[in-house]
């Protein structure tokens, strides 16, 4: 197969030397191409690439929520471990209703007398655990917050500051008052 070169050369429109130096000039300009680092740009190349790169997007997204998944599952299972081996006991469960919020439902259980004073004193905490509810010591409430405060019913304790414009300041709350 004849280049153009060879046929230009052939039919007389061009002499060796124009062809010679048309060769070093294409030489010396892909030798300096190739120092510069210039590439040809190939478009299918580069869709490989573009693919493979969203390839490895959406499956580290993946890995991420299939990693949040099981933190979320072990923290689940050490709220409940810490509960299980923690749980007080309510006394006899037809003794006092306890009211309490949980979010925005008041709930109730039943305590004795002394699980009572206990839960108003702070000592004891009341635990939202699957559809009922237990009590743990506050040391072991406040790890279990750490990792789900909305599952951990806080008893706000009474202020003993009054405020100064406070209409009511003069009608005492008494300590035993049960709602």
Known sequence: MMGLADQLLKAGLVDKNKVKVAHQSKSKQQKEDRRAGVETVDPVKLAAQEQQRQAAEKARLANAERDAAAQQKAIAAQITQMVQQNKQSKGKVTDIAYNFTLGTKIERIYVSTQVREHLVAGRLVIVAQGEGYELV??????????????????????????????????????DDLMW
């Open 137 to 174: 010591p506050r040391v072991f409430a406040d790890k279990i917050a750490e990792r789900n405060p909305d599952i951990v019913v806080r008893v706000k304790q009474a202020s003993a500051e009054v405020e100064e414009d406070d209409p009511y300041a003069a009608f005492k709350i008494p």
